[in-house]
């Protein structure tokens, strides 16, 4: 097959492929990073580049103009190369990485009762062997489980060959004077089911020395990580990111599909593991830690992103029947995964209940408490996936509708995760239409956070700046609403670059403001579909329960006036924060918590969305602020 | 630090190396290989090799004449670089591979009354899953355990992360049909404990399909595998090969102080994995099979084999207290170890006693079957390590001695393995000097296996040709006896070149007679010292069970002459063979026999020899033909 030059005008040098090589694939050979957010299903429109010199066959140019096609510009996913080309890279947005301490550092304290002694499964335990002698032959790995079964009263310890081959020089080194890292299987069958011995350390471990795990989610946008000192069960560290993936699909489906793809696979899963890595660093640089110093982590996440981050296919997620290769994780290492803990670190995935209904929500159960409490209560997390489950102690339903990335801050010009700098809540003066705000820090602001976003749209919807179908009102006088630069129709400014941290315009436009009507018209219509299904109307909820990475700071008035939340008492709704981390987190220092969470995935009732024309048009009347149809929504009409 | 240039005559390009360096170290550098018989302790002088050009400093110039140094001749183990040196490597000692057919092919049957439905831990089981539909969502992991509880009535079943991977891959291609290979846990502790997937393949296998296990004896000398269908227990191929480790050290010590210089280690391990592995691919082809389709291998050998095969640090074995790292080595896999098996197939390594009695001796203890019998029992495993038991079903006593190589036909000038064209049987005419042989495939002789090297050694002292000190009379009048070529001392010739196979005279030189005496001497000084320090007489033992590679085929007579087999009836000694691969294979064929080689380790109890000074009296009171006190073998002074 004849082989042609592609020169990319970013890259240092040109590469050589194949006739027929997409676009996208020559520029991932060449280094360049092209955003595909829909996955590279020449959807979205955003991997647009500039053929400047020779010839592509375009299979597709949705969303380009034929005079963009007449300028040369191509969708890179669609496109494949038929001589020697040159191409012009446009500037790509960026994911930007905002390296700040997050809002809620710190302010996790350990369960009242935390007991490590009879709940946490890792062990940091000192040993005093009696040395060999020729009175006493003993090898070593018989003398040290000898130690060990006296320290710990168990019979069984698993070591791996790794440690066999440093064990020798290890307890000569100490002088016979150990410390061993235990880990407990997740699930002892029996008192004589091994121990698994993680590391052996020469001398004795001084004791105000922390014992270092990590509770992690992977969101679909946004990636979590807690560092806790499993001896107290305090968390030290708390750190988030925005997943990298996220340049590779905005939500799961997007990235199934570019999993899919020659590569894909292991370049998510690459993506998700370096967004960890990463977290994994600051959170050890913050408390002057090493990463070998964490022997245990937990993981939740949904199942899409559980699937790529462990390099399993997660194309029969996307496909009919809907099923997962796996929704309970064995146990593993780190150093099989590829995550920067201690290698023999036991990793534990929570276990999930289905293709769209992941460990994120059933440790969201588990850490709401949902599951042991008698009030029916509807439980909302907030995220790219809106995941609701209704019940209470007795019943669980549980569905999934995509909301995209939105309420993350992603996927909005704007927008931002809420750390330091970020825009959390806004007032719109009804008269003037000038907005005052309150950042996060109170410092200058970068942008606009989740709540910040519910907040901006409500002030807007209340003082007519935007109408009920979320159209800006041109006709304003005032200079904040303003054709866009950037071809996404009106848009309104919140901030003047002098005012701002990186002296550029914080704006909302018209496509950031309809993205924000589907994520929460998913939400909407999510929820108020799965409680008719199960003929439980609203009115019979006693209280709502609301997880995501932003949901501790919104504002239930706004978030209401949008019609994000249903119309109810404001005293029925609890904000939890990010409930999947939290239950990662009660998971890392409960030994029984997998199990309890395993309990959990299997009483919870799993309803089908995708194949109910009722979520469609409850989806549709939810387009509107509040909705289409008022009487649900009367404290808004008044 | 300076760095200079070493050039070797045999090598391609010269090496660059700082100040200090050993020239062995430079020739592993360079890639050219140096024999190390004695691990680099400068004792054997085999590593000679001459400087002709540079300054070189010599620690020790053992076994080296004046005019040997005088002629630029050093020790490359023993000499450092202090200049730019040119350096002629003489000719090195082949320990040639000899690719034959085993003589004992074939011979193995299963033993009589093997169920592999009850003894049998491998089992490969056809699966048809139901498919998944919208009405059974069921996850992929999930819907193949249900169908292995069914197929198997075990509960818990453990996969590992590559498997995950490719597992809904195999599902759907085999639409729904899938074979798993399952292998259970080594011990099950209860009915819950996991049963490890293996393997999972698409479609149903064809019923004649075997199943296929390997048997692997680690010896000093010689490495033994024996590839067996577990279906039927039967053995399909043999084959055996000199350890490549014999390059760098004759002896357990030798490799141990080999292992703990810079590299050795690795370099011992990589030897021995190597030789293992060139053993798989042979017996694969006889029997036209892939080594992926290995799925199961219990493993022997003493114990520093063990350790240098697993690369676990084997110095503690030489030094007081004599300990070892373990004697009990968990369940490993063939990937962990870089076996070329299938990558998850089971690696048994079987329990040991202590440093110098292995696996081999509890394997072949199991083999013999000593532990379960009432009489009194002597089993000799007749190899470069010397080991001895004593004992019954009620009591075990155990011994070893360094024998060296010499009776697997290493370390002799013409041994070989007992393959064809081996030399095993020898008869002198008392008056001409003439030899007569028998070899092993009929066809023109090669060198002397270690049967025949005994058969030799005894005639030639009943006829005179040595004498009782083993010292080759040299007056008697024919061409046979002469002045060796190899500064060997004399010399006699079995086979004259247009004779043999490979055109060059076998002879027998004074030295490897003394190597042969050296052997003899210190396995009949180990017996005997052990029984009497139990105070069991040799004439209580009631039959005497000989193991080792060449074991089944040694004339007692002859073996009573040299003083290796003490004189008793002939009726009371049973050649049993190589009991140690034997062993491996009846733990290979039964799950409970890991079990009873842990009992059988568990109640041998040792008798440490090398602190006793009786065994070195009696070593040196052996080092004649029969031995120095007649009255011990009456048969041969008759």
């Given at each position: ?78 496109t494949v190369v038929e001589s020697n080309v040159a191409i012009h890279v446009p500037p790509q947005e960026k994911i930007e990485r905002r390296l700040t301490t997050d809002r809620t550092v710190g302010e996790v304290q350990a369960p009242p009762g935390y007991d490590p002694a ?87 471990a001084p004791e105000p020395l922390p014992l270092w795990g990590a509770a992690i989610d992977i969101g679909t946008t946004t990636v979590s990580l807690w560092l806790a000192d499993l001896r107290s069960g305090e968390v030290k560290a708390q750190v988030a990111e925005y997943n ?45 830690a090493q990463p070998a110093d964490i022997y245990r982590a937990t993981v939740t996440g949904n199942s899409t992103m559980i699937h790529l981050f462990l390099g399993i296919p997660a194309s029969s997620i996307r496909l009919s029947p809907f099923v997962t290769a796996l929704n ?311």
């Amino acid at each position: 097959m004849p082989t042609h030059t592609v020169l990319f005008d970013a890259a240092n040098a040109p590469v050589h492929v194949p006739t027929g090589t997409l676009l996208s694939e020559a520029a991932r050979l060449a280094g360049i990073d092209i955003n595909q957010p829909c996955g590279g299903q020449g959807r979205c429109g955003r991997c647009a580049v500039q053929v400047t010199t020779g010839a592509v066959r375009r299979r597709s140019s949705l969303r380009l103009s034929p005079e963009d096609v007449a300028m040369g510009y191509a969708l890179a996913c669609q496109t494949v190369v038929e001589s020697n080309v040159a191409i012009h890279v446009p500037p790509q947005e960026k994911i930007e990485r905002r390296l700040t301490t997050d809002r809620t550092v710190g302010e996790v304290q350990a369960p009242p009762g935390y007991d490590p002694a009879t709940q946490q499964s890792l062990r940091r335990i000192p040993l005093t062997l009696k040395p060999p002698s020729m009175e006493d032959q003993t090898d070593d790995w018989s003398r040290l489980q000898t130690a060990l079964r006296q320290a710990t009263g168990r019979s069984e310890f698993d070591i791996s060959l790794g440690l066999l081959r440093r064990m020798g020089g290890v307890l000569r080194s100490g002088d016979w004077q150990v410390t061993a890292i235990l880990d407990a299987p997740p699930y002892d069958c029996c008192p004589d089911c091994p121990v698994r011995l993680i590391d052996l350390l020469p001398g004795h471990a001084p004791e105000p020395l922390p014992l270092w795990g990590a509770a992690i989610d992977i969101g679909t946008t946004t990636v979590s990580l807690w560092l806790a000192d499993l001896r107290s069960g305090e968390v030290k560290a708390q750190v988030a990111e925005y997943n990298q993936q996220i340049r590779r699909g905005e939500d799961v489906i997007s990235r199934i599909i570019f999993a899919s793809k020659n590569g894909g696979d292991e370049e998510l899963r690459m993506l998700v593991v370096d967004t960890i890595n990463d977290l994994i660093e600051q959170a050890c640089q913050r408390v002057q830690a090493q990463p070998a110093d964490i022997y245990r982590a937990t993981v939740t996440g949904n199942s899409t992103m559980i699937h790529l981050f462990l390099g399993i296919p997660a194309s029969s997620i996307r496909l009919s029947p809907f099923v997962t290769a796996l929704n309970d994780v064995p146990a593993l290492t780190a150093a099989e995964i590829g995550l920067n803990l201690h290698p023999a670190a036991t990793v534990d995935c929570l276990p999930g209940v289905a293709s769209y209904v992941g460990a994120d929500i059933s440790a969201g159960v588990l850490a709401s408490g949902l599951d042991d409490s008698e009030q029916v209560t509807l439980f909302m997390d907030v995220g790219t996936n809106g995941e609701t489950v209704l019940g209470n102690n007795e019943w669980l339903v549980t569905c999934a509708c995509s909301a995209g990335p939105a309420f993350e801050g992603a996927g909005v010009r704007d927008g931002m995760r809420a750390t330091k700098g970020a825009i959390e809540e806004v007032w719109i003066d009804g008269h003037t239409c000038e907005p005052t705000c309150r950042v996060i820090g109170n410092i200058k602001p970068r942008g606009l956070c989740g709540s910040g976003l519910i907040s901006l749209l409500a002030e807007m919807f209340i003082t007519g700046v935007v109408d009920k179908g979320g159209h800006i009102n041109t006709r304003l006088d005032t200079p904040r609403v303003r054709v866009g630069e950037h071809g996404a129709g009106p848009e309104y400014v919140i901030a003047w670059a002098a005012e701002t941290a990186h002296g550029q315009d914080i704006v909302i436009t018209h496509v950031d403001i309809d993205n924000l009507l589907r994520a929460k018209a998913a939400i909407y219509a999510g929820f108020t579909v799965m409680a008719e299904s199960v003929g439980v109307p609203l009115e019979m909820v006693e209280r709502v329960l609301i997880g995501g990475s932003f949901g501790k700071y919104i504002n239930v008035e706004k978030a209401i006036q949008i019609g994000l939340l249903p119309d109810m008492p404001w005293d029925k709704f609890h904000f939890l924060g990010n409930t999947s981390v939290l239950g990662a987190y009660r998971a890392l220092l409960d030994r029984s918590a997998h199990g309890r969470v395993q309990d959990i995935a299997s009483r919870m009732t799993y309803i089908e969305l995708s194949a109910d024309n009722r979520f469609y048009e409850a989806f549709t009347s939810a387009l509107f602020l509040p909705h289409t149809d008022l009487n649900k929504f009367p404290s808004v009409a008044g």
